[in-house]
């Protein structure tokens, strides 16, 4: 692939009103999807009360994993099929086309009958509407950010693509607000019953809203010379990923682009939230309105970054986020848990949990979708440990040997009865380590009592410069992927790399670092998934990276 420049950044001119209907429109439609998405998260107790049989809460919360991971699994087949789409028919009519499917498939969650009326229907019909809301996500965000770059004026692209980038937040904002404003007008009983309904059948008035207004624009100038002059891709996905030229690109931008990115924007984002919640044991809503505010402080800087990037370039904003985020994981991360649970700290340097088993009974722990079972001892006692955020060593036995176990020295008596570790537990809660709900865990449920709490105010400084790091990288990859690909392959050339580091990498990280603390013993050691997969991105970036912020994209076949 031949690069194509046009030459020195020409001075920024004021926005037009077309291109602020351009950004608007598009920014809208795709928060309304990522709402849409978040909504399953958000209300996922409700959902599994609702769809799963009987009071069994691990298989409920297996359920919820496997749909939360259901719709991150099929993001880069949505990805292939809508991004082929755009580039036969066009940017516009494409993510019309997966807003579309993404708004029914949400309304019909609201819907869906619950197990206690049609039976096991109700959560087949449940995961295929999050395979369908995965496959539109899928080809929503190249669409937007392709349509964007497309009309954004020559040195600009990274100011205007990075609107798009603040979309996932305040899709997540939005649906975190909606389902609050409920709960407070409402019982808990009404709530449970039927209230979590409404945000998914808002979703409707949401996708009219969005639907009339990306009506209103035309299509890209980029793919209209394109199509004017008969240069269109007949077959875009051959071209794509069947040329080594083209594929070679869309490699390097996933393993030198996305992956690093991914991984950064969910340790920021997702991991944060899930350490300080189930491995910090802070409430829910402690944890919610920690990480809400820490991301309402650092949304703007990704506009910020994005602009930053016209001017000096994608890569080295990209390369530096991904090293800063790597270089400093750990030490933020035990800082925040210094400050939201000091007692589990001190317990994890002074109360010494041995683990002594025959190494063939000890088997890998990775369960991305939560539907292994596990049976050996050694794999339970080691799970149990780990969802309590207890570290241990584990140490070999003799071949044969049944599994041992011991806190500071004294011996653990294991039960037949006891596959679960509850006696172990137990004895290192004894030993120091503090129970769900212990006094000293920082709790502060209010808005108030969050913003007059120095605790709280110096976890959310930390939670800032994690979501700094996610806006460094962030910002600018939409103009970076975008300027990548020329225009006749451009819409399936860059969202098959970006739903794969995103979907993928980043959306398996919390299962991922949760069988490494696991494995390992560790509540920290689950940060190296993201600090390896970020050096991964830096080298490769700096080695074949290219800077892409002067081509110019009419031009660019």
């Not at 429109?25 to 049989?53: H, K, Q």
Request: aromatic share 12%; proline share 6%.
């Amino acid at each position: 692939m031949s690069v194509t420049t046009g030459g020195a950044p020409a001075k920024a001119a004021p926005m037009t009103k077309e291109e602020r209907k351009v950004i608007i429109a598009s920014s809208a439609g795709t928060v309304f999807e990522w709402y849409d998405f978040y909504l399953a998260g958000s209300l996922a107790a409700n959902i599994a009360m609702t769809f799963v049989p009987g009071s069994n809460d691990t298989a409920k919360f297996i359920f919820v994993l496997f749909g939360f991971a259901a719709g991150f699994a099929v993001r880069p087949f949505g990805a292939l099929f809508f991004g082929r789409l755009g580039d036969l028919i066009g940017r516009k009519y494409t993510f019309l086309v997966t807003m579309t499917l993404m708004g029914i498939a949400t309304f019909a969650v609201g819907l869906l009958p619950g197990y206690d009326t049609i039976g096991y229907a109700a959560p087949v019909i449940f995961i295929l509407c999050r395979l369908a809301q995965g496959l539109a996500l899928g080809g929503e965000y190249g669409g937007a950010a392709t349509y964007v770059a497309e009309h954004a004026p020559h040195g600009r692209r990274g100011f205007y693509t990075s609107w798009i980038q603040t979309t996932a937040t305040v899709g997540l904002f939005l649906s975190l607000l909606v389902i609050l404003t409920l709960r407070l007008s409402m019982s808990p009983e009404d709530f449970n019953a039927w209230g979590w309904r409404v945000p998914f059948l808002l979703s409707i008035i949401l996708l009219g809203f969005s639907i009339w207004i990306r009506l209103q624009l035309s299509e890209s100038p980029a793919f209209q010379k394109m199509k004017a002059e008969g240069t269109r891709s007949k077959a875009p996905l051959t071209e794509a990923f069947g040329r080594w030229s083209n594929a070679k690109i869309a490699l390097i931008a996933l393993f030198g682009g996305t992956a690093g990115q991914a991984v950064v924007w969910y340790t920021g984002q997702f991991y944060a939230l899930f350490f300080l919640t189930q491995t910090l044991k802070v409430d829910g809503t402690t944890a919610n309105l920690l990480i809400a505010a820490g991301l309402l402080i650092g949304t703007p800087f990704f506009i910020l970054f994005g602009w930053l990037s016209d001017k000096i370039g994608r890569k080295p904003i990209l390369i530096a986020g991904c090293l800063i985020a790597a270089a400093t994981y750990f030490p933020l991360f035990e800082n925040i848990a210094r400050i939201a649970n000091p007692q589990l700290i001190a317990a994890t340097e002074n109360v010494k949990i041995n683990i002594t088993a025959d190494p063939a009974s000890c088997g890998t722990l990775f369960d991305p979708v939560g539907v292994r079972i596990f049976t050996r001892p050694c794999d339970l006692y080691r799970r149990t440990l780990a969802t309590n955020s207890m570290h241990y060593e584990l140490q070999p036995g003799p071949a044969g040997s049944p599994l041992v176990a011991s806190v500071n020295g004294t011996p653990v008596t294991i039960a037949d009865t006891d596959k679960a570790g509850a006696a172990l537990v137990a004895a290192a809660q004894a030993a120091g380590y503090p129970k769900v709900g212990d006094p000293s865990i920082l709790k502060q449920p209010t808005i108030g009592g969050v913003l007059s709490d120095p605790r709280s105010l110096s976890v959310i400084g930390l939670l800032f410069i994690l979501v700094l790091y996610v806006t460094m990288v962030y910002g600018p990859i939409a103009a970076l992927l975008v300027e990548l690909f020329p225009t006749r392959i451009r819409y399936t050339g860059m969202s098959l790399p970006y739903h794969i580091g995103n979907g993928w990498f980043g959306g398996f990280l919390p299962p991922t670092a949760f069988a490494i603390v696991a494995a390992t013993g560790n509540i920290f050691s689950g940060l190296w998934y993201p600090i390896v997969v970020a050096l991964m991105t830096v080298v490769i970036a700096i080695i074949f990276l290219p800077e892409t912020k002067d081509r110019d994209l009419e031009d660019w076949h």
